[in-house]
């Protein structure tokens, strides 16, 4: 748009002297940077949710006692590393099907050594050996059945 003066005047912009600035551009693009902040968030959450993504167990022997119990229903989730003293899910060396709850006796650069907390009912890294840190299926976090045994598990 020209002025009958011959300036140039760009609408909704400071153009010279007695033109007031107009905020409402920065306002919508700091809207849309937030809208953008918002979906980023959510995105990076739902990654997390498939990264973690929990396995649930159920417990059925007595090897974990007193730590664990028979009907124990447990969350384990992918742990990239696991230390001594973790509770973990193990597949069975000797029946891959099979899913085994024990603690982390020691990590060594060919296996993880697992135990039962229970010795006289476990069967462990002392009958099997260590396992293949490929074996590990998950730490357990947390008890979640029955509600009255409801919580961490350390």
């Known amino acids: 748009m020209v002025t009958p003066a011959g300036r140039a ?3 909704g912009r400071f153009s010279g002297p007695g033109r007031r600035r ?3 551009p920065a306002r919508r693009a700091r809207g849309r940077w937030a809208a953008l ?3 980023m968030v959510a995105l990076s959450g739902a990654v997390a949710v498939v990264a973690v993504r929990p396995r649930r167990i159920v417990v ?3 090897s974990m006692e007193p730590t664990l119990a028979p009907g124990d ?3 384990a989730v992918r742990a990239r590393r ?3 003293g973790d509770v973990v899910a193990v597949r069975d060396p000797r029946r891959p ?3 085994l709850v ?3 006796g020691a990590v060594l650069e060919d296996g993880v050594v697992v135990r039962g907390d229970n010795e006289s009912a476990s069967t462990d890294s002392r009958r099997f050996g260590p396992v293949e840190p490929g074996a590990v299926v998950g730490r357990v976090v947390r008890r979640y059945a029955p509600a009255w045994r409801a919580g961490p598990v350390r």
């Open 9 to 11: 005047v760009a609408r």
């Open 22 to 24: 107009s905020w409402a």
């Open 37 to 39: 902040g918002a979906g």
């Open 60 to 62: 059925e022997g007595r």
């Open 73 to 75: 229903r447990l969350l």
């Open 82 to 84: 696991v230390r001594a």
């Open 97 to 99: 099907d099979r899913i």
């Open 102 to 104: 024990k603690r982390v």
